[in-house]
T-cell receptor
Framework: EADIYQTPRYLVIGTGKKITLECSQT?????MYWYQQDPGMELHLIHY???????EKGDLSSESTVSRIRTEHFPLTLESARPSHTSQYLC??????????????FGSGTQLSVL | GEDVEQSLFLSVREGDSSVINCTYT??????LYWYKQEPGAGLQLLTY?????DMKQDQRLTVLLNKKDKHLSLRIADTQTGDSAIYFC????????????FGIGTKLQVIP
């Protein structure tokens, strides 16, 4: 059972608003990730962190920013939301390299709609 | 580059076998995974295979790897309606700072 939580589950907001998507895990994992998922498209890594005070941009360019002040918390912020940001955002964590390479635990996602 | 390709959709009748296929381009991929995403939920690791293996069986699931053709498949025997989900193929190279790359996902529909 994965202990990684995302809030809100659904969010509908207007253009120009600032939003923060929350992600928390209680497994003590060092590595955390944000993926963007659109229907019929692969998951795109937009941000990742290998520990506190470590954040990196992923493969897909994103106007969002992240922070990692505590191990368990990895919020994603959009300063000014636009309709092009409409997507499903998935947060994941892992304990690092293991005998299976890396097992990712995913949250249930936040479906963001920007009007 | 790192590309993982899958077909978008598969429909099978309950009780039949399902075969979901995946191709990847990075020959240095060391770990290959199948994740399952049920409606309204995040992805869950279903099974995995190392690149030095040809086959792995886990109850109703069989993973076949053809490393020469860079082809991975997931076979689900006696498919049930509860197997309806999106199945993602993923790969990762060895090393502490490598990332997992996902395919687009194959939506499996099981018809009762």
């Amino acid at each position: 059972e994965a202990d990684i939580y995302q809030t809100p589950r659904y969010l509908v907001i207007g253009t120009g608003k600032k939003i923060t998507l929350e992600c928390s895990q209680t497994m003590g994992h060092d590595k955390m990730y944000w993926y963007q998922q659109d229907p019929g498209m692969e998951l795109h890594l937009i941000h990742y962190s290998y520990g506190v005070n470590s954040t990196e941009k992923g493969d897909l360019s994103s106007e969002s920013t992240v922070s990692r002040i505590r191990t368990e918390h990895f919020p994603l912020t959009l300063e000014s939301a636009r309709p092009s940001h409409t997507s499903q955002y998935l947060c994941a964590s892992s304990e690092g390299v293991s005998p299976v390479g890396e097992k990712l635990f995913f949250g249930s996602g936040t479906q963001l709609s920007v009007l | 580059g790192e590309d993982v390709e899958q077909s978008l959709f598969l429909s099978v009748r309950e009780g039949d076998s399902s075969v979901i296929n995946c191709t990847y381009t990075d020959s240095s991929s060391t770990y290959l995974y199948w994740y399952k995403q049920e409606p309204g939920a995040g992805l869950q690791l279903l099974t995995y295979i190392f690149s030095n293996m040809d086959m792995k069986q886990d109850q109703r699931l069989t993973v076949l790897l053809n490393k020469k053709d860079k082809h991975l498949s997931l076979r689900i025997a006696d498919t049930q309606t509860g197997d309806s989900a999106i199945y993602f193929c993923a790969e990762r190279k060895a090393g502490g700072y490598q990332k997992v790359t996902f395919g687009i996902g194959t939506k499996l529909q099981v018809i009762p």
